[in-house]
């Protein structure tokens, strides 16, 4: 069977945009048809049905993603929770850990992400970006010096920092590519927050509504409410 990939990014000061060509340089050599694209382009985006496996990163900026990415994902959902396989990465400044669970914290912005756009996608990534002080505005720059000095980053504002990790990016599309059961970008290791069923059930043409006749009094309907258990609710149940 033919292995196809959509890549789509959002991207501001490049570093994304270099993180998803990468990405598809990697699954080139894979031998996968690739296609990336740029989300600010809109026009010509291939539909996301038409891939096999999609991938879609953004970078988060104090801790919001750019309006793009949301609303791509949201008129999407549906068709990407069909495929088989789909992943989501982040450039973030702070993904730069010594431990896991200074990297668990670093994917904060992704699950509040993940939670607005109710999309639990297979696998999640969070890869350092890079600081280029000297594309900044002043305001900008002051406020990235700020961060990388709290994260003990580099804080020479004449200069630019690419602080991407490479090897990270590799081993990411290396096990999306194996489906690796062990990798620790499977979102199952991540804990992401609890979506209401409407949001997680699918979307159906019709609705049908039963109307069911109790022969009983509104005083024994509200006794009986009171008194109901878990168990007398089976399928409430099994939902808990």
Request: proline letters at 6%; charged letters at 25%.
């Amino acid at each position: 069977m033919e292995k196809n990939i959509g890549i789509y990014y959002a991207s501001r000061h490049g570093q994304t945009a270099k993180i998803a060509n990468f990405l598809g340089d990697c699954f080139r050599i894979r031998d996968w048809e690739v296609y990336v694209t740029d989300l600010a382009k809109g026009a010509g985006t291939p539909e996301i049905s038409t891939f096999s496996a999609v991938l879609i990163g953004g970078p988060v900026y104090r801790e919001h993603y750019l309006s793009p990415l949301g609303r791509f994902v949201r008129k999407n959902r549906l068709e990407l929770v069909a495929l088989p396989s789909t992943g989501f990465f982040s450039t973030c400044l702070t993904a730069t850990p010594a431990t896991r669970e200074s990297y668990l914290e670093s994917l904060r912005p992704v699950r509040k992400f993940l939670d607005d756009v109710s999309w639990t996608p297979d696998w999640i990534a969070s890869f350092p970006g890079a600081l280029n002080y000297r594309e900044y505005n002043p305001l900008l720059r002051w406020i990235m010096e700020g961060i990388a000095r709290k994260e003990g980053g580099p804080t020479d504002t004449t200069k630019d920092y690419e602080l991407t990790r490479w090897p990270e990016v590799a081993r990411f599309a290396q096990d999306f590519d194996h489906g690796a059961l062990d990798s620790p970008y499977r979102a199952e290791s991540i804990s992401l927050a609890t979506r209401t069923l409407d949001e997680l059930m699918p979307q159906f043409e019709q609705r049908i509504v039963q109307k069911i006749t109790v022969p009983a009094s509104a005083e024994e309907v509200g006794a009986a409410i009171e008194s109901m258990e878990l168990a007398d609710m089976p399928l409430a149940e099994i939902l808990v």
